[in-house]
């Protein structure tokens, strides 16, 4: 596609329940970020993925987080027993290494 | 551990006019440094890429500056216009495969 795409764009859910969110990034971008935006918060890391490296899960916040990249292209982020405070914009990136790096729009995730 | 400040955190100037925001980073060892610009409720858009051997980019009304010594940029827009009215990031990279670390931004308002 033209652009990193990002689904859902919006997702509402009861805590304690599971979500994923999916990432296409730029076709051919090696590299692939998953960040959290909090409200009035900066960028936080969370993992990324660059080629067939093992991914750097340093920013992942807890054991209930964790991603997937499948056949080094579509992304998942899967968020287990979902909490109040896992609400926050989730955003995604690509890049073809060691260039720039291009955002998808963002998936809003609200915990209730 | 790297860490970004971008100051100040919020600036409103009247319409035509020159401005600069500013981006300190703590580890002078980048790879390179990238502003972005993020619109409410949106992802960020990649505005300029500096290189660390490089010292500015541009791109239209825009310019980035980088001195890598002194841990700074700026980036600097010429004859504001209310559709400038956005959030700035700035972020760098360590290497060329490692995750960008963003600053928290300064939220720009352009008054016509």
């Known amino acids: 596609g033209a652009g990193v795409s990002q689904s859902p764009s919006n997702k509402v859910t009861e805590k304690g329940k599971d979500v994923e969110l999916r990432c296409d990034p730029i076709s051919g971008h090696t590299a692939l970020y998953w960040y959290r935006q909090s409200l009035g918060q900066g960028l936080e890391f969370l993992i990324y993925?660059?080629?067939?490296?093992?991914?750097?899960k340093s920013g992942l916040p807890s054991d209930r987080f964790s991603a997937e990249r499948t056949g080094g292209s579509v992304s998942t982020l899967t968020i287990q027993r979902t909490q109040q405070e896992d609400s926050a914009v989730y955003l995604c990136?690509?890049?073809?290494?060691?260039?720039?790096?291009?955002f998808g729009q963002g998936t809003r995730l609200t915990v209730v | 551990k790297q860490e970004v400040t971008q100051i100040p955190a919020a600036l409103s100037v009247p319409e035509g006019e020159n401005l600069v925001l500013n981006c300190s980073f703590t580890?002078?060892?980048?790879?390179?440094l990238q502003w972005f610009r993020q619109d409410p409720g949106k992802g960020l858009t990649s505005l300029l890429l500096i290189q660390s051997s490089q010292r500015e980019q541009t791109s239209g009304r825009l310019n980035a500056s980088l001195d890598k010594s002194s841990g700074r940029s700026t980036l600097y827009i010429a004859a504001s216009q209310p559709g400038d009215s956005a959030t700035y990031l700035c972020?760098?990279?360590?290497?060329?495969?490692?995750?960008?670390?963003f600053g928290k931004g300064t939220r720009l308002s352009v008054i016509a």
């Open positions: 990136a690509s890049s073809l290494v060691p260039v720039e790096a291009f």
């Open positions: 972020a760098v990279a360590r290497s060329g495969n490692t995750p960008l670390v």
């Open positions: 580890d002078s060892a980048i790879y390179n």
């Open positions: 993925f660059q080629g067939n490296s093992a991914p750097d």
